[in-house]
């Protein structure tokens, strides 16, 4: 793999080139009210360290959003570039991303992965995560 950078998110410099990525990732990504720049900034005053890009000649081709509530962490927007894929670019956020929870104490974290999305799936099965079919998923909208 050649010259990837993992380094943390600095808002708001690296905002419009992680929300384009995000936007070109697929269906894999989900674009949110929660991706906004106001939104972004709350999430970066919270666990900035936790919010991992991956840079290839000053270009942003990888990102992970991770968070810790102080029980359970959360994984976000893991993606990467259509062209630097099948390089193991995810896996080094994913590393990198875990590592950093550990280290904040974090004992479990969970993820969401959209029906249908296979390739997600193989990925994270092969990094030992595990879907949850003994429960379900419930969300509220809080406002
Ligand atoms: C899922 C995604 C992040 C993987 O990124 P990546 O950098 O290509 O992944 P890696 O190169 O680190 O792949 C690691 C392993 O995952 C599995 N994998 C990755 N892509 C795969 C594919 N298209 N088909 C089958 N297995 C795949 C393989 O086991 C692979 O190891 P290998 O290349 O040695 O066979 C990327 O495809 C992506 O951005 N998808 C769109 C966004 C998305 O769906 N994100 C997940 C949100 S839940």
Redesign the pocket.
């Known amino acids: 793999m050649t010259d990837f950078v993992l380094r943390q998110f600095s808002f708001p410099a690296d905002y419009a080139e992680a929300f384009a990525l995000w936007q070109n990732?697929?269906e894999?990504?989900g674009i949110s009210p929660s991706d906004q720049l106001d939104e972004i900034e709350k999430k970066c005053q919270r666990d900035p360290e936790l919010f991992l890009v991956a840079e290839q000649g000053g270009r942003i081709v990888g990102t992970v959003i991770g968070g810790f509530d102080g029980r359970r962490g959360m994984i976000y927007h893991?993606?990467?570039d259509p062209e630097c894929?099948?390089?193991?670019?995810?896996?080094r956020l994913m590393d990198e991303v875990e590592l950093r929870l550990r280290q904040k104490g974090c004992r479990k974290a969970y993820?969401?992965?959209k029906k249908g999305?296979q390739?997600?799936r193989?990925?994270y099965e092969?990094r030992d995560w595990a879907g949850m079919d003994f429960v379900d998923l419930f969300g509220k909208n809080l406002v």
């Open positions: 990732a697929g894999g990504i893991l993606a990467v894929r099948r390089q193991g670019l995810a896996n993820l969401l992965v999305n390739v997600a193989l990925f092969a």
